[in-house]
C-alpha cells in the first residue's frame, strides 16, 4: 500500500467544469511534487513544492493550479480543462528535494470530455 | 538529446529466463540513478537504487558505468510477477527534479 494518498482515483471532467486533485502524506516529507502522465510515456513533472513553496513549475499552463496549503497535502486545482489534459495526474513526496527518491500516490486517472 | 535513454522493448521472455535492459545518460553530472517499476495503470515504485559498485537483490542486479555513462538491470529467473514497464530515472547535481527514461516494457511468458 502506497503512503501518499489520492483522491480521487478516477475523474471524468467536462471542459467548463472546475474540479481539484488532493494529495496526502503523513510520512513528514517536505518535498511534494505533481506529475502528469500520458499513456506508454514516461511521468513529466509540473510542480515541485519545497517547505511548502512552489519551488518549480515546469511551464505549466494556468488551467492548472497546485496549492500546498500544510507540508502534508497538496491540492491542483483544474480549470477550463482540454480533452489533451486526459492523462493519469500522479503526486509524489520525497524527503526534500535533495532526496532522490520519490513515493509515488496511486494516481487520479483524469478524463476531459 | 534526450537526458535519460531507454529500449521501449517490448521484452517478452519466458519464465526462468534471465533479461537485461541498459539505459544510457547524457549528463556527466549525473550523480543518483535509480530503477523504478510500473504496472499498468498504476504509479512507479521504486525497485532498487543503482550505486557505483553495484548491487543487489534477491533476483536483480543494477550495474553503474560511469565512464559509458549507463546503467543497467539484470533480472534471474523470471516470474510472470515481473512483467512491467521498468523506468531509469537520473537525477543531475543541481536540479530538482529527477529525469525519467521512457521506460522498458517487460512481458514474462508462461
Known amino acids: 500500500d502506497t503512503e501518499v494518498t489520492q483522491t480521487p482515483k478516477h475523474l471524468v471532467m467536462g471542459m467548463t467544469n472546475k474540479k481539484s486533485l488532493k494529495c496526502e502524506q503523513h510520512?513528514?516529507?517536505?518535498?511534494m511534487y505533481w506529475y502528469k502522465q500520458k499513456a506508454k510515456k514516461p511521468p513529466e513533472l509540473m510542480f515541485v513544492y519545497s517547505y511548502e513553496k512552489l519551488s518549480i513549475n515546469e511551464s505549466v499552463p494556468s488551467r492548472f493550479s497546485p496549492e500546498c496549503p500544510n507540508s502534508s497535502l497538496l491540492n491542483l486545482h483544474l480549470h477550463a480543462l482540454q480533452p489533451e489534459d486526459s492523462a493519469l495526474y500522479l503526486c509524489a513526496s520525497s524527503q526534500a528535494t535533495r532526496n532522490e527518491k520519490l513515493f509515488f500516490g496511486s494516481g487520479t486517472q483524469l478524463s476531459v470530455l | 538529446r534526450k537526458e535519460v535513454e531507454q529500449d521501449p522493448g517490448p521484452f517478452n521472455v519466458p519464465e526462468g529466463a534471465t533479461v537485461a535492459f541498459n539505459c544510457t545518460y547524457s549528463?556527466?553530472?549525473?550523480?543518483?540513478f535509480f530503477w523504478y517499476r510500473q504496472d499498468c495503470r498504476k504509479e512507479p515504485k521504486l525497485l532498487m537504487s543503482?550505486?557505483?559498485s553495484g548491487n543487489e537483490d534477491g533476483r536483480f542486479t543494477a550495474q553503474l558505468n560511469r565512464a559509458s555513462q549507463y546503467i543497467s538491470l539484470l533480472i534471474r529467473d523470471s516470474k510472470l510477477s515481473d512483467s512491467a514497464t521498468y523506468l531509469c530515472v537520473v537525477k543531475v547535481t543541481g536540479a530538482n527534479n529527477l529525469f525519467f527514461g521512457t521506460g522498458t516494457r517487460l512481458t514474462v511468458i508462461p
Open positions: 510520512m513528514g516529507h517536505r518535498a
Open positions: 543503482v550505486y557505483s
Open positions: 549528463n556527466s553530472a549525473s550523480q543518483s
